[in-house]
């Protein structure tokens, strides 16, 4: 049981540091960020280790492609909802907006 949480660390590391190269890369190769994306979501089910929400943020949750505010996601705030606009496949994702009241 030990062992399976140092290797859940593990994994989160290298999500976190696929997620990292994703962003780095996307100006020059934006294939290759959602090829770290892919691998990113493998680790993360192979291993049973939840990608963080903020980095669920980070790519389309329908074509899984790497997205950038500006380039292919288009971001609009909606009453207490985020609406996410994925240029690259045009669905939309939703986040609620949490407010610490
Ligand atoms: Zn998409």
Redesign the pocket.
Known sequence: MKSNNKFKVIAKERINSLFEQADKTFKKNPKLSDRYITLARKIAMKSRVRIPRELKRKF?K??Y?YLKSGVNLRIRTKDKKVVYY?L??K?YMRFIIKTKH
């Open positions: 389309c329908h074509c492609h994925c690259d496949c669905k």
